[in-house]
């Protein structure tokens, strides 16, 4: 079982050694079948590399072990195939991997993989986004208390905070359909990246190796310039980073003192080993702890930018694990989330009576808004702060306070009036609005 704040167990599965290999089974085959479309393979020699391909389970501890001293896995895997070939048809053997270099095949079965682990992550975020439409909907009118640096402030919903969440994810989504189109390519240059091996039919074999593994055919090979990877990257970390501030967000509504939201309950959840009274956040927490591992392996894809002139030493090799831990990072922070919100639980009457916490000095500024008119802004300022500490001390509701000082210094202001200074509908029919025109705006 994966670490939960690591990966799942789907993302292991596509990434473990067994699909690598069968993602670089694909390409072979996909080559062997295109150089035959093009004339350049013999079409029995490339039927027998598919079947081979698609029938043979390759040795996965044995090409581990050669790639000690091969360098990469592509070299070991290519030796075990053109074996395994030459059991079936020596001659079909001297057709394997033709014109391709070991970078095509690593580079282009991770670009397979990122495929379907993209496949599968858009597959989640597309349910979180419709549980968090549905929820902010629900939602859209329940007070409770916006807080700026840990502080209360002004009166929000909570359909609001949950809009503010799903805003950051529409757009990450988004930003998903840009990547399959222009990130997800094949790598296919041959020694440095010319095609020089196929004459000037190397762009006619690309095209139809591309066409037959369903990926985009670029202009030129990508050896050394990385951006499409580091962009998967960049992304991953994004995502994650959105979910570890949703799940952040959820975990500090969870404490005792405020007791707004919670996770789902169920047996055995969220218990102590010590403290049988407490309900610890867990899947939250797991998601944070993915989005606090994430930024340094993004980070080393941008280190590994920087790669010399048509093949790198080391800064190719330094990305073969960061794709995968950053997918299974974004999927554990993905289903973590997911199973939160899915059973969110919500105390509104906790949110009621946190707005009551300061006794109405979350309504300091509207105060001061009404004072401006009848003093100028900087006395209005200066009186309201002075009354927001008398409330404090006294301990006393802030309406209180000014009512006492209103004969004083706002005759203008009536009583009734002062008395809509301290009523959040305002407030809350702002926060309202702003819920209804994003999910307008989605549909």
Partial sequence: MPDPSASTEEMDRLFQPRSRLLAMAAFEAALAAASADAGLVPKAAAAVIAEVCASESFDADEIADAQ???????????????????RRDADAAGWVHVGATSQDVIDTATMLLARDALAILGRDLQRL?????????????????????????????????????????DRTAAGLAALTSTALALQFGGPVGTLAAFGEDGPVVAEKLAAHLGLPCPPLSWHTERSRIVEIGAWLGMLTGLLGKIAGDIILAMQTEVAELGEPAAAGRGGSSAMPHKRNPVMTTFAVAAATRTP?????????????????????????????????????ATVAVLDTIEG??????????????????????RLTAAMIPHLGRSEAHRLVEAWCREAV???????????????RHLPALTAEALREVFDPAEQIAAATRAVEALLRQRT
Avoid at 149 to 169: E, N, S, V
Avoid at 344 to 365: C, P, Q, V
Avoid at 397 to 405: F, K, R, V
Wanted: charged share 15%; with cysteine.
């Fill in 68 to 86: 000690r001293l091969a360098g990469n896995p592509a070299i070991p895997f290519v030796r075990q195939l053109t074996e395994r070939v030459a």
């Fill in 129 to 169: 986004r419709d549980s968090l439409a549905l929820l902010a909907a629900r939602e859209a009118e329940t007070p409770m208390i916006g807080r700026t640096l840990l502080q209360q402030a002004i009166p929000i919903t909570l359909g609001f905070k949950l809009a503010g969440w799903l805003a950051g994810l």
């Fill in 296 to 332: 340094h392996l993004v980070g080393a894809l941008f280190a590994c930018l920087a790669q010399q002139q048509e093949r790198a030493a080391g800064a190719w090799h330094a990305e073969w694990p960061l794709l995968p831990q950053l997918f299974g990072h974004a999927h554990a």
């Fill in 344 to 365: 969110l639980s919500i105390d509104a009457g906790a949110m009621a009576r946190n707005l009551e916490a300061t006794r109405g000095l979350i309504y300091a500024e």
């Fill in 393 to 407: 001390a006294r301990g006393q509701p802030l309406a209180d306070i000014a009512e006492s000082h209103r004969p």
